[in-house]
């Protein structure tokens, strides 16, 4: 089935084989494709003897979100950011919220051609404070990411990944060199939970997990979609929450979002608030810091406190913020304690507000 997108641009990260294959080497499924055979994800092909990528400067849509969307409470808090993505994903998750968009096989979303020039005037001419790559997984549009990334850069913008993590080698370094903060989905704590509901490993996630926080300048949080009766059990949530703490550090920010039924786990029930609220005093009582509660309406699983007196410092209203009382610098003004994160002077007002843009923008 062809994606209908014109001209493959020339990817990264593989090598030939003896047997006249190719290997991708962008994630862990490292496909072996012989001529015209696509890998798992769908958009990276083998064409000519050379791996192509299907969807370079094609987006399934553009949309300007709040940055709390993402979900990134301590990055910026109140600005706006340009979302897209293009089509296309390297995990097979029964749960996926974006099906449409990230099963390519199913589906041709790809609407809106834009070069990375386009997409950085956009977001500028529109105030955007950054823009995010989200929808399906960036890393298998690791390359035009990179493209999009470097002029935004350009424009004083900065760059947010929403990704999986499941991504190895020098292509986990070279996306997220460009990146200046991301979002990981964490989807379970279990290798089984992995297999059976994603087609991943969750020892790669824990990979990216650890490098990004321990080697490069990235700011990261982590999200978890609680999903009742697969990941939900509070020792997979205390064990989650306790590496978290343990080997990322309390300071990295964990939010737990509801569950809907979507794709192939229709029959599953949503995630009950109080099951979202269990998990967010089980993180905290692990020594996870700052803790939130997602797709669900929360006023303290939205406000952010001090770490160091207590003091609410962010009061959210989903993603409207009702009262900001940091300092320029991001520091308490009762405690001076330092919020971790990434702070203007003063918070965004972009409020709540969803731009849908058709493109060119």
Known sequence: MSLGVGPSFPARYWHPLDDGRI??????????????????????????????????????????????????NHFYPGTSVLSFGTAGCNLGCRFCQNHDISKAREMDRLQDAAGPDDIAR??????CRSVAYTYNDPVIFTEYAIDVAGACRARGLR???????????????????????????????????????????????LETLSYLVHETSVWVEITTLVIPGHNDDP?????LSRWVATELGPDVPLHFS??????????????PLETLVAARDIARAEGVRFVYTGNVHHRDGDTTCCPGCGTDLIVRDWYEIRSYRLTATGRCPRCDAQLPGRYDAAAGSFGARRIPLRWPG
């Not at 370079?56 to 940055?67: L, T």
């Not at 956009?122 to 105030?127: I, T």
């Not at 809907?260 to 029930?269: A, F, I, L």
């Open 159 to 205: 760059n947010v990944a929403v990704t999986a993590g499941y991504v190895q080698g020098q292509a986990r370094r070279d996306f997220f060199s460009v990146m200046d903060a991301a979002n990981v989905d964490l989807k379970g704590f279990t290798e089984d939970f992995y297999q059976r509901l994603t087609g991943a490993r969750l020892s790669t996630v």
């Open 23 to 72: 290997q991708c080497d962008l994630c862990p499924r490292e496909c072996r494709l012989r001529e015209g055979q696509r890998g798992f994800c769908f958009v990276r092909a083998n064409s000519g003897g050379a791996l192509q990528l299907t969807t370079y400067g094609r987006s399934s849509g553009f949309c300007i979100d709040p940055i709390e969307k993402k979900p990134l």
């Open 258 to 271: 509801a569950f809907h039924p979507d794709h192939r786990m229709r029959e599953v029930r949503r995630t």
């Open 122 to 127: 956009a977001a500028a001419e529109m105030g």
């Open 235 to 239: 020792a997979q949530l205390r064990a």
